[in-house]
């Protein structure tokens, strides 16, 4: 008899070559954005997938059911722009009837979020992040080619007033395109009560401009923070957010929390238990890795539950990826990828 969900067949946690489990699932619900930030959608133009070769919710919530099978227990919901793919809330609602999930969360640029927050918490999302790179109007606009500022901050805002279990906001680092407004998001995020996370820009994906001269360093963030509000404290694990998350946490003397991804010069590949569904079905192991194994066509030709499980425990036993790691071995480090290539 075939078992009802994937999730009703016994397995032990999956783990990979070197021995990594798999817990952290990304979702990207829609390739498509509203805005073009600079280390991410570059280019003039970019062709968009055709609707029909987009999973449908049901299509993801049974991908997800073999993924936990597997051993997933956290998902985050991102893009392209999530809030642009229409009637989110029941992908959340869906995600949220599945006991063997203990974090819902979500990535936004938050420009759709004002009006969304609130049927997103009812639904069941736990978390919110929102990207925030700077709180100039005019930079803001010529860092991500469109005027969307006054709607982040609402979205902001809003998620703060849903009430959800925590909000953040993340902060892609650029030499001298924001890193001079660091102290000044610690203050916004101290005001707000939202923890601000600075990511170092990362060679990733879209990032076709992305140079070493434009990488801001960890240390380098800490210092210009400190600069400001005086020393900050490792925050232990136990302190910090309930997963493997690569963010380091310092604290203030006045309690205020901050957080560093140093993904581009201190790695953390080792502990890596990160896998990605893109918006099309297919599965990537490594934020780097050029291709991603199809459960589209699996799951559309019929698989059984049981077969979609073994395709997942195939695709992460055989797992290595050790993509940033490799990535800061190069002497010779440009963008990873170039337009026509994306
Ligand atoms: N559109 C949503 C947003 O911006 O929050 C979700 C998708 S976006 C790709 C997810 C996160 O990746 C954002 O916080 C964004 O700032 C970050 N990101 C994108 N490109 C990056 C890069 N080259 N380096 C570091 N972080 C990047
Ligand atoms: Fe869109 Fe997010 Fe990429 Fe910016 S980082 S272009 S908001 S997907
Ligand atoms: Fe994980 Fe790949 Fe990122 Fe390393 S580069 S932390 S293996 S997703």
């Known amino acids: 008899m075939q078992p009802e969900r994937a999730t009703d067949i016994p397995q032990p946690p999956a783990k990979d070559a070197l021995q990594r489990p798999l817990r952290n699932l990304r979702i990207s619900v829609t390739d498509r954005c509203n805005l073009r930030c600079s280390y991410c959608m570059p280019e003039d133009a970019y062709r968009w997938l055709p609707r029909r070769e987009l999973l449908s919710f049901e299509e993801i919530a049974r991908a997800v059911d073999a993924l936990t099978a597997c051993g997933v227990s956290r998902v985050r919901l991102t893009g392209g722009e999530p809030l642009l793919r229409r009637d989110l809330s029941h992908l959340v609602e869906l995600l949220a009837r599945r006991t063997e999930l203990e974090d819902i969360a979500l990535t936004t640029n938050g420009l759709r979020l004002a009006s969304q927050a609130e049927e997103l918490r009812r639904a069941g999302l736990g978390r919110v992040t929102v990207s925030l790179d700077t709180l100039r109007s005019a930079r803001y606009a010529e860092l991500t080619r469109r005027d969307g500022l006054a709607q982040a901050l609402g979205g902001i805002r809003a ?45 990733v994906g879209g990032a076709t401009r992305w140079s070493p001269a434009d990488v801001v360093p960890r240390d380098e963030i800490l210092e210009r923070v400190e ?69 589209r066509e699996p799951l559309r030709s019929g698989a059984s539950n049981t077969e979609l499980v073994a395709l997942v425990r195939g695709i992460w036993s055989t797992r290595d990826d050790r993509g940033a790691e490799e990535r800061l071995a190069l002497e010779d480090r440009g963008a990873l990828a170039d337009a026509d290539e994306l």
């Open 227 to 295: 600069n400001r509000f005086g020393p900050l404290e490792p925050v232990q694990p136990a302190d910090g957010p309930p997963s493997s998350a690569p963010a380091q946490r310092f604290r203030l003397e006045d309690g205020t929390t901050i957080g560093v991804i140093s993904s581009t010069t201190a790695p953390f590949c080792g502990s890596c238990d990160r896998t990605r569904l893109t918006a099309d079905g297919r599965l990537f192991t490594c934020l780097y890795a050029r291709d991603g194994h199809d459960l």
């Open 159 to 203: 998620a703060v007033a849903a009430g959800f279990a925590s909000v953040k906001l993340n902060t892609v680092v650029m030499r001298d395109r924001n890193d001079d407004e660091i102290p000044d998001l610690v203050a916004f995020g101290r005001k707000h009560g939202v923890e601000v996370r600075f990511i170092e820009y990362m060679d």
